[in-house]
């Protein structure tokens, strides 16, 4: 029988301090992420933003380590879906803007030979940010190879229950036993420029299926929290992002215990152990929240493995 592939894909994150301004300056070289159609304009935007960034960058990494936790969680996940789907299966990922970069990972299965690639986007709602970026950045180093092999794609798996239970888990993991009717949660989604949406990317309307299909579930299970919120995170320039900011929906909660289940990720990485973690923290700690929590996300839990099981076998 010949091999199949699922290939995993994600942003990345740097591996080290050293990868920092790679990371960055690949990030702002993606069309996908500054949508201007002068590449030169995009060249010099992308360059001061990475000037101005990659000290400030580094001091982020620094403090969680030397180094972004997303690649650590990814491995972990793929040996589990490894283990799961058995040597028939090669099970492997590539990131968007760090190693391990596509076209390694291309190279590395085409020398193994398989006939059909499984492309799964590890980014719940679809973006053309993220979710097209990734696919087209493999699609470009598939072609580049000339391989023969089928290319089948998953563009967004929000809907998935599996995934969605992985959720509930790692909500109720960070409720730890305490009233849910204690805590506000608050679903927080990385935050997108508005003219990016007004171009016609359906990620905002992804988002907020999203967090209505998880309300539906909560009340099935029971966790009957005193109110659910949407808000996005992440936002820089001066550019009009997607509303309401986090802050600014922290700001307005007036129960004085909140959970953050950050709904866009499904690997923990900077923006989670970070910006949610540490930064949004003291925000709220000013704000005189008694509890501020951050829920896990999926990472590589079993559910999670489950829900990506069930993905690739509907793929097929």
């Known amino acids: ?27 702002f070289a993606d069309k996908n992420i500054l949508t201007m159609k002068s590449g030169l304009l995009r060249k010099f935007v992308g360059g001061m933003i990475v000037f101005s960034r990659t000290e400030s960058s580094q001091e982020i990494y620094r403090q969680l380590g030397g180094k972004s936790p997303i690649v650590g969680h990814t491995k972990k996940l793929v040996a589990k879906l490894q283990e799961r789907l058995g040597d028939d299966v090669i099970v492997d990922f590539a990131m968007r ?25 590890l980014y719940p709602q679809y973006s053309t940010t993220t979710t097209k970026s990734s696919l087209e950045d493999f699609e470009e180093c ?67 299926r999203h967090v209505e299909i998880l309300k539906e579930m909560m009340v099935k299970e029971g966790m009957d929290f005193h109110e659910t919120h949407l808000a996005y995170q992440s936002k820089v320039g001066r550019m009009e992002w997607l509303t309401p900011s986090l802050e600014d929906k922290l700001a307005t909660v007036r129960n004085r215990g909140v959970v953050i289940f950050p709904v866009a990720f ?31 996300c999926p990472n590589d839990s079993e559910l999670f493995v489950d829900a990506l099981q069930e993905i690739y076998e509907k793929m097929k």
């Open 97 to 121: 803007y760090t190693p391990p970069f596509s076209c390694e990972v291309v190279e590395r299965i085409e020398n193994a030979g398989v006939d059909k690639i499984y492309l799964i986007p």
């Open 266 to 296: 499904t690997i923990d990485n900077s923006e989670t152990d970070f910006e949610l973690d540490v930064e949004y923290r003291e925000i709220a700690e000013e704000l005189g929240f008694k509890e501020y929590r951050v829920a896990k």
């Open 142 to 208: 598939y072609h580049k190879k000339n391989g023969k092999a089928l290319l089948v794609e998953k563009k967004h798996f929000f809907e998935n229950e599996k995934y969605n239970q992985a959720i509930l888990e790692r909500i109720k993991e960070s409720v730890a036993g305490d009233d849910y009717r204690d805590f506000d949660i608050i679903f927080s989604a990385h935050g997108l420029p508005k003219k990016i949406v007004d171009a016609g990317d359906v990620y905002e309307k992804h988002v907020e």
């Open 1 to 27: 029988m010949a091999k199949e592939a699922v290939v995993l894909l994600n942003m990345g994150g740097p591996n080290n301090l050293e990868e920092v301004e790679m990371f960055l300056k690949n990030m």
